[in-house]
């Protein structure tokens, strides 16, 4: 995130190639794949067939292929996709523990002056729990 203000235009192509995780570590052999092939099939057409015939079945075939384009709703599957993802991120959120719940029923159920000192070790407890987990997750929490 330290390079993100100083890149420039260039310089985001970088930024994709430094971060850890992200969608172009993840689907840039799919991409690469679907750019070869498409360029393959875009040079082999406008190169490779001579011929008028040749060239007006590969359209015709094309088109006969777009028929099935509304099969499959692609639309649909993507909100699918999407509910999906952003469902598995909130559960994780949820997951979360805060520490103000803990606190707020620690103040609750042991009052008073005397219990100061126990309220407070539990709550540290609880705190160095939360780092440790945090720790297993984050890298920038392992470096602090």
């Known amino acids: 995130i330290q390079h993100v203000h100083t890149a420039g235009r260039l310089g985001t192509l970088r930024l994709l190639t430094i971060w850890k995780g992200g969608v172009v ?21 406008r190169l490779g ?41 909130w559960t994780q959120v949820m997951t979360i523990p805060w520490l103000d719940t803990l606190c707020m029923n620690l103040a609750s159920y042991m009052p008073g002056v005397r219990m100061k000192n126990t309220r407070r070790l539990i709550t540290r407890w609880a705190m160095l729990a939360n780092i440790l987990t945090l720790r297993r997750v984050s890298t920038s929490v392992v470096k602090r």
């Open 25 to 45: 570590k993840g689907i840039w052999r799919d991409l690469l794949l679907y750019l070869i092939l498409y360029a393959g099939i875009s040079i082999t057409y």
């Open 49 to 89: 067939f001579r011929d008028e015939g040749i060239k007006s079945g590969f359209e015709r075939f094309c088109v006969f292929m777009d028929k099935f384009d509304e099969y499959i709703p692609l639309g649909f599957i993507l909100g699918f996709y999407v509910t999906q993802v952003v469902n598995r991120w």
